[in-house]
């Protein structure tokens, strides 16, 4: 199965930071990557598919990029709403992997 | 509106089973492959097993083959997913979840409420 890895496991920022969450694959994915954002007691929410592709109705502040095996998720100015857990996944084969998480926490 | 509502969620004993129900509204969900996930408490998310439109083809992950089975009714717009051998490691929330796109088997656009399934004595 493939791995994935995310860094860090946790951030502390502020609001109107830049922030950007890595996540690696243990073997190539090509572009067969997204991106997650996960708050307590709510289902998971789709962010960014594809690697880069951003899922209607997601804030533009959010953007992918990378293919292979490094991919980046970079939120360019840090909302309110945006403290929470992230999650990468790969879907180019089984198991349909994700990462280990990140957690952005206020500074 | 697009839905999925899970149900089934439990506390039982280590050995013993359980099944889980997704019903699926709003969408054409034969059209769809369709996954279980499942999230234990304090950890990440887990990709537990997937079904093709038609039920032919299932998937699972390694940790869960011959104790878990995934199967679907398109009649119902349901999904199923029969837990046996339940073991403590198996306790988590567990989301049905729809892909983004008809044509293929992730990522997920569209997830349950989730149902809490706890394994202990």
Do not use: H
Not at chain 1, 55 to 83: K, M
Not at chain 2, 17 to 40: D, E, I, P, T
């Amino acid at each position: 199965d493939i791995q994935m890895t995310q860094s860090p496991s946790t951030l502390s920022a502020s609001v109107g930071d830049r922030v950007t969450i890595t996540c690696r694959a243990s073997q190539s994915i090509s572009k067969w990557l997204a991106w997650y954002q996960k708050k307590p007691g709510r289902a998971p929410n789709l962010l960014i598919y594809k690697a880069s592709t951003l899922q209607s109705g997601v804030p533009s502040r959010f953007s992918g990029s990378g293919s292979g095996t490094e991919f980046t998720l970079t939120i360019s100015s840090l909302q309110p709403d945006d403290f929470a857990t992230y999650y990468c996944q790969q879907y180019n084969s089984y198991s349909l992997t994700f990462g280990g998480g990140t957690k952005v926490e206020i500074k | 509106e697009v839905q999925l509502v899970e149900s089934g969620g439990a506390l039982v004993q280590p050995g013993g089973s359980l099944k889980l129900s997704c019903v699926a509204s709003g969408f054409s969900f034969s059209n769809y492959w369709m996954s279980w996930v499942r999230q234990a408490p304090g950890k990440g998310l887990e990709w537990v097993a997937d079904i093709k439109q038609d039920g032919s083809e299932k998937n699972y992950v390694d940790s869960v083959k011959g104790r878990l089975t995934i199967s679907r009714d398109n009649a119902k717009n349901s999904m199923y997913l029969q837990m046996n051998s339940l073991r403590a490691e198996d306790t988590s929330v567990y989301y049905c979840a729809r892909p983004y796109n008809s044509g293929w088997y992730g990522p997920f656009d569209i997830w349950g409420q989730g149902t809490v399934v706890t394994v202990s004595s």
